[in-house]
């Protein structure tokens, strides 16, 4: 009967020192980590998969992002704004084609800079908000949203 006991005090022990370490030693809690799948059975993610999903999800490789994909947008609208509004010349006088493109060249890097600093700024803003609020919902962006235009505001 005490050696069952003991067993049983040793098992409870060991039961308390597991959650306790769990609890102060998050590596090794965050290692047991199953992610489920839409169909078949869950899968543990392997050490490089966490590590490349805590780069995406960092504010930084986020902010990173969005001034990259507005620079690419900002540099698409610019072209084709140039396009539909030409500067026009006085009478007389024929534009190059060297003068064209220099113009949408303008405009399109112009636009670009523009929407490449919105896309960061507000990305960065909304991550840091998020993480303070420490919630992720609809609300993080409005208060990025209202952040970023007041900053606008303020630079113009």
């Given at each position: 009967m005490s050696n069952n006991e003991e067993k049983t005090n040793m098992s409870q022990e060991e039961v308390l020192h597991q959650f306790v370490n769990r609890i102060f030693n998050n590596d090794q809690f965050r290692e047991k980590i199953m992610m489920p799948n839409v169909m078949g059975r869950p899968v543990v993610k392997s050490v490089e998969?966490?590590?490349?999903?805590?780069?995406?999800?960092?504010?930084?490789?986020?902010?990173?992002?969005?001034?990259?994909?507005g620079f690419a947008l900002g540099g698409a609208i610019g072209l084709f704004t140039s396009s539909v509004n030409p500067q026009i010349?006085?009478?007389?006088?024929?534009?190059?084609?060297?003068?064209?493109?220099?113009?949408m060249k303008t405009s399109s890097l112009g636009y670009a800079k523009n929407f490449a600093l919105l896309g960061a700024v507000f990305s960065g803003i909304e991550c840091i908000v998020e993480t303070y609020r420490g919630q992720s919902d609809w609300k993080n962006g409005t208060y990025a949203g209202g952040i970023t235009g007041g900053l606008i505001g303020f630079r113009g």
């Open positions: 998969e966490k590590t490349l999903d805590s780069i995406t999800e960092s504010c930084a490789f986020k902010c990173i992002l969005s001034g990259v994909m010349k006085p009478p007389g006088q024929q534009e190059t084609v060297k003068e064209i493109i220099r113009e």
